[in-house]
């Protein structure tokens, strides 16, 4: 087996439980991506984490506000303003939300990583969605736009990225459509090259997945299965072209 050069790391996002098949929130085809995880974790020296980690009545969960799951609505500061509607302009200050179904919360079974991951113990974990009135799917900035999910030792993933030396992620996980997505889509923005993994992954929609990788390939992200890494990260190994 090939390893990643060394500036190369592996990054799995919210490969939780509670993002599977009968978990709160279920993306089809979870369980399947993990050991696909473990095999990308076991190509790199550095690997990085994140898990999804809400509190109870989180403002993302529907419950908290009554409302039937995956309707979209306009949250300031955690309460709702106004539904969403296609054609009224978006109220002031305000984020747009889909209201999901509880999912992540912390200190329970289904918010721990997947129980058949490889997690090497120095490994780091990001655990984001803390804030009660602020979603969070990127790994880099909360739905906001400007608070940063940070690790426990204060860190942001840029910057403790930046600190190991790495310049390029591979990464998959939960759900492509969502926190895979709004992800790679900052670590680019940063500055990383970036690699996601398709059947690392699963996405909670088709249409959402096909919309995922339009904007991939329009930024600039690489988006591959596991078994071109080896050609990608060791070119010399490439059979000539004809
Ligand atoms: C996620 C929806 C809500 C994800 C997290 O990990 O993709 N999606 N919270
Ligand atoms: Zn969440």
Redesign the pocket.
């Known amino acids: 087996m090939k390893t990643f050069p060394s500036h190369v790391a592996f990054l799995g996002?919210?490969p939780?439980l509670t993002?599977c098949e009968d978990g709160g929130?279920a993306?089809s085809g979870g369980h399947q991506i993990m050991p696909k995880l473990n095999e990308l974790r076991s190509k790199s020296t550095k690997g990085y984490w994140?898990q999804?980690w809400?509190p109870i009545g989180h403002s993302?969960f529907a419950s908290t506000h009554g409302r039937e799951p995956f309707t979209k609505v306009w949250l300031e500061n955690g309460q709702i303003v106004a539904d969403y509607d296609d054609n009224a302009e978006a109220p002031k200050n305000a984020v747009l939300q889909?209201l999901?179904p509880d999912?992540?919360i912390q200190g329970t079974e289904e918010a721990a990583l997947h129980p058949i991951l490889h997690v090497p113990s120095d490994d780091m974990i990001l655990r984001k969605?803390n804030n009660p009135n602020i979603?969070?799917?990127s790994c880099v900035f909360e739905n906001d736009k400007k608070t940063q999910p940070r690790f426990e030792n204060g860190m942001t993933l840029p910057e403790q990225l930046r600190e190991d030396g790495i310049t390029t992620v591979v990464m998959g996980?939960?759900?492509?459509?969502?926190?895979?997505?709004?992800g790679a889509l900052d670590l680019k923005k940063e500055g990383f090259d970036v690699v996601v993994v398709l059947d690392a992954s699963a996405a909670?929609s088709s249409e959402g997945k096909m919309a995922a990788i339009k904007d991939f390939l329009n930024e600039g992200i690489y988006v591959c299965y596991s078994d071109e890494l080896d050609s990608y990260f060791h070119p010399s190994q490439h059979a000539p072209a004809p």
Do not use: P
């Open positions: 996002i919210d939780q993002f929130l993306v994140t999804d809400h993302s889909i999901w999912h992540g969605g979603d969070s799917y996980g939960l759900a492509l459509d969502v926190c895979v997505r709004d909670i």
